[in-house]
C-alpha cells in the first residue's frame, strides 16, 4: 500500500494511485488518479530543487515531512497536512473504516472521480472547513477581500480571471495544479475544488509567512522579467484613436503641455477586417513615420491585437485549412460575433501561436512597435459555452484556463527572438504562469462607478497575491459617460488609487459616441468603428487637467522606487500592491483592515473608496509614517483620521 521511492511515497487505495513528494523549501505535491496516469495535459509546477525530505511508514499510515510542513496519509487514503506539527488542512472523509468524530453512514469521500467518457473524469477534492481567512485566486467581481464564505468560477471571462493559488491566514498556501473548467467553493462546513473535465488530481501546498509563502509559490510556477523603466509612467488610451491623426495629435498636445506619457497605445480596429493583424493603409498612411515620431518624444506604441478571424480576413482561409482555430462541437463554427462572423485562433497550437507573431512581426514590429496589447484574451466567445468549444491542447472544459497563458507565450517568445528584452504585452486574462512572460494584466471592461472601483480595489490585491505583479485597471472605468458633472469626482478618485498601482493607464468609452461621417459600404476598417469621447488627462476641464498633471508628476518622480519594486517582483516572487497583512504579518490588525494596502514596502495607502467622503480612517503599523502631502509625522500602532479632499489621497511613507 506505500511505498518510497526517489524520496517520493508511493500509495495505492484499490484503483486509485497516490503520490507524494516535497516540492521546494517547505512544499509538499499531491497527484492522485483512478485513469493510470498522474500527469496533466498541461502542468503549470516546474521542477524545483527540494531539501531532503523524510519519510515514515507506520502501521496504518504514513507521513512525509519536508521542513516545516508534513503530511500524513491513513491506510484508508486519508490526507492531512501541518505546520510545526499543527493541522492546518484536513481532507473531508465521512466513511465506515475511519476513526472520525463524524457520522460515518454519509459516505463521504475526499476524492470523487466521476467517469463522463473515456478516461476523463469530473473530479471533487474536499477538505474540512475551519475558521481562516482565504486571499488570491485571481480576480474576480464581487467585491470581495477575504474569499473565505465565496464561491468561485474556475473559468476566464471578461473581467473575470482565475488564478487557483490562494494564502490562508493559518500558514500555508495552496495551488490548484488543473486547467479544467470548474469551481472553488470556500464555505464554513467544507473548501471543496471542483474539474469539470480532467483525469487526476494535482495541488501543491507550501508553508510559511505571507512572503516566505509567495516567494516559494512563485519559484515553482515562475516569476516576471524584470520590467523597464520606460512603462512606469503614464499611459495615454481610449476608445478608440482611428486615425494616425488623431494619434500623433494627442502625442503633440501632451508634450506641448510638459506632460511626460510613457505609452500610447492604439486600441481595436485600426485594421480592416478581424484577423488581418495589420493596419488600415487608408488611416495609417505611415506607420514607420508616427512611431518615430513617437519615440522622438520618449513614447512608446502599443497596439490592440485580437485573436478572432473574420470570414472575410485575407488570413480567415489559411488559418481554417490548417486547422489552427477553436473548434466548435456543434452547430455553426463560429466563436465570435463583434462586428463580424469570427473564428479564434487556437493559442494551445503551436503552429497557431508561429502564425499569429509572424502576421504580426510582419506588420508591426518591423515597423518599429514592440508593445502588443492581448486583448480578448480569455477568449472571449458569443457564450461562455465552455462545453462546445475544443482546443489542439483538448476541450475548452479540460485545458480552457490556460489559453491566456499560451496566448501570452506567442508573443513573448516571438519577441524575445528578435532580441527584444523589454517585452512588455496588456493582456485581459491570465492563468498560473502567465507572469513569465512580460504581462501586464488588467482588469476587463468594468463600468464607471464607485462600486466597481472597490471591485477592482479588492480585485487587484488579490490577483496580486496569486502571483500576478503587473496588474491595472481603466482608470475611471471603461462603461462611463464623463459629460456627467459628478464624473469628476469619481475620476479623481481612481487616477489618484491609480498612481499607486504596478501601472498608471487611462483608458475608457467615455459616453456616447462621435457622429462618423457618412461612408462607403466598403470602408469599413479604421474609419468604421464607433469611438468614445475623448480621454486625455486635459479632457476634462483646466481645474481636473491641474490635479492629474501634479500626480502624473508625483509618480514620475516614483520611478526609481518603481524600479526596486520590478527587480523584487523578478527576483523573489513579490508583489507590488501588498495587502497589510503581506507587510507586517504579526499585527492582528494588519488581517483586519481591508481598506488600505502597501505601495511596495514603503508607502501606506489609503484610497478614498466612497462617494462624498472626505475623511478616512487609516491604520498605522508600528513604525514612524510621514504624510507626503502635509509631512506630519505620525506614531505607529494606532488608527488615525485625517482629511481626504477631493485632490488627495492619503498616503504615509514610512521613515
Request: aromatic share 16%; glycine share 8%; proline share 4%.
Amino acid at each position: 500500500m506505500f511505498e518510497i521511492k526517489n524520496d517520493c511515497l508511493y500509495c495505492r487505495f484499490g484503483y486509485e494511485s497516490v503520490v507524494l513528494r516535497g516540492w521546494g523549501q517547505d512544499g509538499i505535491r499531491f497527484q492522485g488518479s483512478v485513469s493510470g496516469s498522474l500527469t496533466l495535459k498541461y502542468d503549470a509546477l516546474r521542477e524545483v530543487v527540494t531539501p531532503q525530505v523524510r519519510i515514515e511508514i507506520a502501521d496504518k499510515c504514513a507521513t512525509l515531512t519536508n521542513g516545516a510542513l508534513s503530511v500524513e496519509i491513513t491506510d484508508a487514503g486519508h490526507v492531512s497536512f501541518y505546520k510545526n506539527g499543527a493541522l492546518i488542512l484536513n481532507e473531508k472523509y465521512r466513511h465506515f473504516g475511519y476513526d472520525t468524530p463524524h457520522t460515518p453512514s454519509l459516505k463521504l469521500y475526499a476524492r470523487e472521480y466521476k467517469p463522463i467518457v473515456g478516461d476523463s473524469y469530473k473530479i471533487t477534492q474536499r477538505f474540512e472547513g475551519q475558521a481562516e481567512k482565504i486571499f488570491g485566486m485571481g480576480q474576480y467581481q464581487d467585491g470581495l477581500y477575504d474569499l473565505k464564505g465565496s464561491s468561485l468560477e474556475l473559468a476566464q471571462r471578461n473581467s473575470q480571471i482565475t488564478v487557483p493559488f490562494y494564502i490562508s491566514s493559518l500558514g500555508y498556501g495552496f495551488l490548484w495544479n488543473n486547467p479544467s473548467v470548474g469551481r472553488a467553493d470556500f464555505a464554513t462546513n467544507e473548501t471543496t475544488f471542483v474539474a469539470a473535465c480532467s483525469t487526476a488530481i494535482d495541488y501543491y501546498v507550501v508553508a510559511g509567512t505571507p512572503k516566505e509563502i509567495e516567494e516559494r509559490y512563485t519559484e515553482t510556477v515562475g516569476r516576471t522579467p524584470i520590467m523597464d523603466e520606460n512603462v512606469f509612467g503614464l499611459w495615454q488610451s481610449k476608445l478608440r484613436y482611428r486615425t494616425q491623426d488623431e494619434v500623433l495629435e494627442v502625442a503633440r498636445e501632451y508634450k506641448r503641455r510638459g506632460v511626460k506619457i510613457d505609452v500610447l497605445v492604439i486600441d481595436f480596429f485600426h485594421w480592416t477586417y478581424q484577423g488581418d493583424w495589420k493596419f488600415d493603409p487608408k488611416y495609417w498612411y505611415d506607420v514607420k513615420g508616427m512611431v518615430r515620431e513617437l519615440k522622438s518624444y520618449g513614447i512608446r506604441t502599443m497596439v490592440s491585437i485580437w485573436p478572432t478571424v473574420d470570414k472575410r480576413s485575407e488570413n480567415f482561409r489559411q488559418l481554417v485549412e490548417n486547422g489552427l482555430g477553436v473548434r466548435v462541437e456543434r452547430g455553426y463554427p463560429i466563436c465570435f460575433d463583434f462586428l463580424g462572423d469570427t473564428v479564434i485562433y487556437d493559442a494551445t497550437n503551436p503552429e497557431a501561436r508561429a502564425f499569429i507573431w509572424d502576421k504580426c512581426k510582419q506588420n508591426y514590429f518591423e515597423d518599429g512597435i514592440d508593445m502588443f496589447w492581448l486583448d480578448e484574451a480569455e477568449p472571449e466567445f458569443v457564450r461562455y459555452d465552455f462545453d462546445h468549444y475544443r482546443y489542439a491542447a483538448g476541450h475548452d472544459l479540460e485545458v480552457g484556463n490556460i489559453y491566456p497563458v499560451l496566448h501570452a507565450k506567442a508573443f513573448y517568445d516571438g519577441q524575445t527572438a528578435m532580441g527584444q528584452k523589454d517585452v512588455c504585452n496588456l493582456v485581459r486574462s491570465a492563468w498560473l504562469g502567465s507572469q513569465n512572460y512580460g504581462v501586464l494584466v488588467w482588469s476587463g471592461d468594468i463600468y464607471g462607478n464607485f462600486q466597481s472601483l472597490r471591485d477592482q480595489y479588492y480585485a487587484g490585491l488579490n490577483i496580486s497575491l496569486a502571483g500576478i505583479p503587473w496588474w491595472t485597471t481603466d482608470t475611471g472605468g471603461f462603461f462611463v459617460d464623463a459629460s456627467k458633472p459628478e464624473y469628476k469626482e469619481l475620476l479623481y478618485r481612481w487616477f489618484e488609487y491609480s498612481v499607486f498601482c504596478p501601472v498608471l493607464r487611462m483608458h475608457g468609452d467615455k459616453g456616447g459616441e462621435f457622429e462618423i461621417p457618412p461612408l462607403d459600404e466598403r470602408d469599413f476598417g479604421s474609419g468604421f468603428a464607433h469611438t468614445g469621447h475623448p480621454n486625455e488627462i486635459y479632457s476634462f476641464g483646466e481645474d481636473v487637467f491641474s490635479v492629474l498633471r501634479r500626480y502624473v508628476e508625483l509618480r514620475q518622480s516614483m520611478k526609481g522606487y518603481i524600479k526596486k519594486l520590478a527587480e523584487d517582483a523578478a527576483m523573489r516572487g513579490e508583489p507590488i500592491m501588498r495587502t497589510m497583512f503581506y507587510e507586517f504579518p504579526d499585527d492582528a490588525e494588519c488581517w483586519q483592515v481591508s481598506d488600505q494596502y502597501m505601495f511596495g514596502d514603503k508607502y501606506l495607502v489609503a484610497p478614498v473608496l466612497y462617494e462624498g467622503q472626505r475623511t478616512k480612517k487609516v491604520y498605522l503599523p508600528k513604525a514612524k509614517w510621514q504624510n507626503i502631502f502635509t509631512k506630519q509625522i505620525y506614531d505607529g500602532g494606532k488608527t488615525i483620521e485625517v482629511d481626504a479632499p477631493l485632490d488627495i489621497i492619503p498616503v504615509f511613507e514610512k521613515v
